[in-house]
């Protein structure tokens, strides 16, 4: 049902080399959607590009970009304009989780890199494409959250700050973008398993952690997020401006 919807439609996903940007990426491919990946590596951006592409036969393109640089962001999102000549769906899913400690002991420079990155980032990426999609009267927003924006974990204020501002912001967003027929929604994904994370869930307390926080006992794969961001790509006007939560039921114990 996707395909038939989608197929042809210009996607822009921030962080989409790796991790849920990467997924995000992999299923617009598979419906038949021309994908930009944006992230400060150009060289893992074209690598994946590069793949897609051939695997796929869809017009890609890499860009090098900082989401946390407001020229960077706007060249970057003029540059996707210019080459592809319109931007149909966007995917915030650049992000860091920064250094782990009490709040007490968190110094500026280190709350910064978390903020400045997973919620300005966002922020930034959404205004300048905001623009864009205003102007066609038309356009999906996808950002994603946590579950941490939702829940409180300890010594990890800058992201769990920075996820609860996004989930927020996207709703504030929706209310705007509205009348512009611009969907605005958000993911709020619980624990995957990738790249980023796989040596830690490898570990003894890694397993004794998803035995006993996450009711479904397993790391969510990350295909399991691919029918979401179609479904959201493809939104009827009337979703927006809220949340999916896919997390194994891990928020609601």
Do not use: W
């Not at 962080?15 to 299923?27: D, V």
């Not at 899913?93 to 280190?110: N, T």
């Amino acid at each position: 049902m996707y395909q038939s919807d989608l197929k042809g439609k210009i996607a822009l996903v921030s962080g989409g080399y790796r991790g849920i940007g990467e997924t995000a990426c992999s299923a617009f491919a598979k419906a038949g959607i021309n994908v930009a990946i944006a992230a400060r590596n150009y060289n893992l951006c074209k690598q994946k590009t590069d793949s897609l592409k051939s695997d796929y036969g869809i017009e890609t393109l890499a860009l090098q970009m900082d989401v946390s640089d407001t020229e960077s962001v706007k060249n970057g999102v003029n540059k996707v304009k210019e080459t592809l000549g319109r931007i149909d769906i966007l995917v915030n899913a650049a992000g860091i989780s920064g250094v782990q400690k009490p709040a007490v002991e968190l110094i500026e420079s280190e709350f910064d890199e978390v903020f400045n990155v997973d919620f300005k980032g966002t922020f930034f990426v959404c205004k300048e494409t905001a623009k864009l999609m205003i102007a066609q009267n038309a356009g999906k927003i996808i950002n994603i959250a946590s579950i941490l924006g939702k829940i409180a974990t300890p010594y990890m204020t800058g992201y769990c700050a920075s996820k609860a501002a996004v989930i927020h912001f996207s709703k504030v967003l929706a209310l705007e973008l509205i009348k512009h027929n611009i969907q605005v929604n958000v993911i709020c994904p619980g624990y995957f398993l990738t790249d980023i994370n796989k040596a830690f869930f490898e570990t003894q307390k890694g397993k004794q952690y998803i035995n006993e926080r996450i009711p479904i006992k397993r790391l969510g794969n990350v295909e399991e997020l691919e029918s979401t961001f179609l479904y959201l790509a493809a939104a009827p006007a009337f979703l927006t401006g809220t949340e999916i939560i896919i997390d194994g039921a891990q928020t609601i114990i």
